[in-house]
């Protein structure tokens, strides 16, 4: 099974400090993207990554920046926590292109953000 | 700009009724995901329909697509309680491209 692993479940945090999540797939997935979810908003993508050192924004960047150093990894950072980045995030990875792909994404646990 | 609705977005229901959730999307796409959601969890993969007229069934859950249309619906038959979550439909151009979501349709299935 796949398996997508986020480290923190949950986090409380103060305004103004840098927040690292991270998230680490086991089956060598290309892709993979952070989410957050926010109650009558459904799921956003805030960045995603289809190849190691690659990133790409999705609908809500700002105030986010991603790393990708290792395939297996990406981490989400906030440079400068915000009362409105609270937040659930949700990791998810899939198989690239040349894999069996049928597009679906495979989830973490997810991180409960709570930004004081 | 891609856009995906669901209705309704909340569902009480009791058990042994039926009932079905249905999921627009405003441009061409020819696949379409249903995940669930329990409380305080993640997501969980239910349906990947990947053409017109795909129908897949899972216990008492049913998914059809039609993309002419551009609908998908999730049927439920004879519910139970063990069914009550949050269920989100998602959807993709291709199996490359990223996938949008719908808000999700919060269901509760009363005893």
Redesign the interface.
């Known amino acids: 099974d796949v398996k997508v692993t986020q480290s923190s479940r949950y986090l409380v945090k103060r305004t103004g400090e840098k927040v690292f999540l991270e998230c680490v797939q086991d089956m060598d997935h290309e892709n993979m993207f952070w989410y957050r979810q926010d109650p009558g908003l459904g799921l956003r993508l805030i960045y995603f990554s289809y190849d190691v050192k690659m990133k790409e924004k999705g609908d809500i960047p700002e105030g986010y920046s991603v790393s990708r150093e290792k395939k297996e990894r990406f981490s989400l950072i906030l440079e400068s926590a915000s009362t409105n980045q609270t937040s659930m995030y949700l990791c998810a990875s899939r198989p690239g292109l040349a894999g069996s792909n049928t597009g679906e994404l495979f989830f973490g646990e997810g991180s409960r953000l709570t930004v004081l | 700009e891609l856009k995906v609705e669901q209705n309704p977005l909340f569902l009480s229901m009791q058990e042994g009724k039926n009932y079905t959730i249905y999921c627009n999307y405003s441009t061409t796409s020819d696949?379409l995901?249903w995940?669930r959601q329990d409380p305080g969890?993640?997501?969980?993969?239910l349906f990947?329909l990947?053409s017109n007229g795909a129908v897949k069934q899972e216990g008492r859950l049913m998914a059809s697509l039609d993309t002419k249309a551009r609908l998908s619906t999730l049927h439920i038959t004879a519910a139970v309680h063990d069914l009550s979550a949050t269920y989100?439909c998602?959807v993709?151009k291709?199996?490359?491209?990223?996938?949008t979501?719908?808000?999700?349709t919060q269901l509760t299935v009363n005893p």
């Open positions: 696949r995901y995940y969890k993640s997501l969980e993969s990947v990947l989100f998602a993709g291709t199996s490359g491209s990223r996938l979501f719908g808000e999700g």
